[in-house]
């Protein structure tokens, strides 16, 4: 079955500095996509980037980036020159895809608080 | 445009009680999602549907029935609620074919205690 690991439940990151969230994934479909998505308080849940599996190089949204090393099945999310408005939940999902079904399965979340 | 919206906001019920939580899209998405959202637990799907008419089971059905009989709306039914289904519950859609990523768009939520 697929499995989504976050391990970091928390992170703290000074303003302007760079951080990087985790994301491990396990599964054995040869072809799956990789979501990070981003809570803030407000509680909406915002879609951020997109890795697909078969993606020669690693996404990149504006000051989000994906470091997506294959064989280790991980799926780091990369924030630069973080920014107090990036406080919030980040959720890693992974898409499960067969014929006829579509579905998302998310980790447990990391909690992101950026200082000034 | 309004995206996904959710109906009602917030509720309290009491335990045995039913209600239907509504969504709605408005981006002619295929698929539809129901998620329920619990401290430390991430979302976890309920059902779901890859079209008008379709409904199947997600990781935690029980309790819980789903219709779609327009394709715009994407119903929800607790029938008999019970405190553990005190959650927040996310809709969501997504355009399901095509070109990806096909990233699914959420509702703004709706926070259900059951007393």
């Known amino acids: 079955a697929q499995k989504i690991t976050q391990t970091q439940p928390g992170m703290f990151v000074q303003e302007k500095e760079a951080v990087t969230l985790d994301c491990t994934y396990d599964?054995?479909?040869?072809?799956?996509?990789l979501f990070w998505y981003k809570q803030p308080s407000s509680g909406e849940m915002i879609f951020l980037i997109y890795?697909?599996?078969?993606?020669?190089q690693n996404a990149t949204e504006g000051r989000y980036s994906l470091n997506f090393q294959k064989a280790r099945k991980s799926a780091n999310l990369v924030i630069s020159a973080s920014q107090l408005g990036d406080s919030a939940m980040y959720f890693c999902a992974m898409r499960e895809r067969t014929y006829n079904t579509d579905k998302l399965i998310f980790g447990t979340g990391t909690r992101l608080q950026v200082f000034p | 445009n309004a995206g996904v919206t959710q109906t009602p906001k917030f509720r309290v019920l009491k335990t045995g009680q039913s209600m239907t939580l509504l969504c709605a899209q408005d981006m002619n998405h295929e698929y539809m999602y129901w998620y329920r959202q619990d401290p430390g637990m991430g979302l976890r799907l309920i059902h779901y549907s890859v079209g008008e008419g379709t409904t199947a089971k997600g990781e935690v059905p029980d309790g819980y029935n789903v219709s779609r009989l327009k394709k715009q709306n994407f119903l929800l039914g607790l029938e008999s609620a019970a405190p553990s289904q005190t959650s927040v519950y996310f809709c969501?859609?997504?355009f399901g074919l095509g070109t990806e990523p096909h990233e699914q768009y959420f509702g703004p939520g709706t926070r259900l205690t059951v007393t």
């Open positions: 599964t054995s479909d040869p072809s799956y996509g």
């Open positions: 969501a859609s997504s």
């Open positions: 890795q697909g599996s078969y993606d020669q």
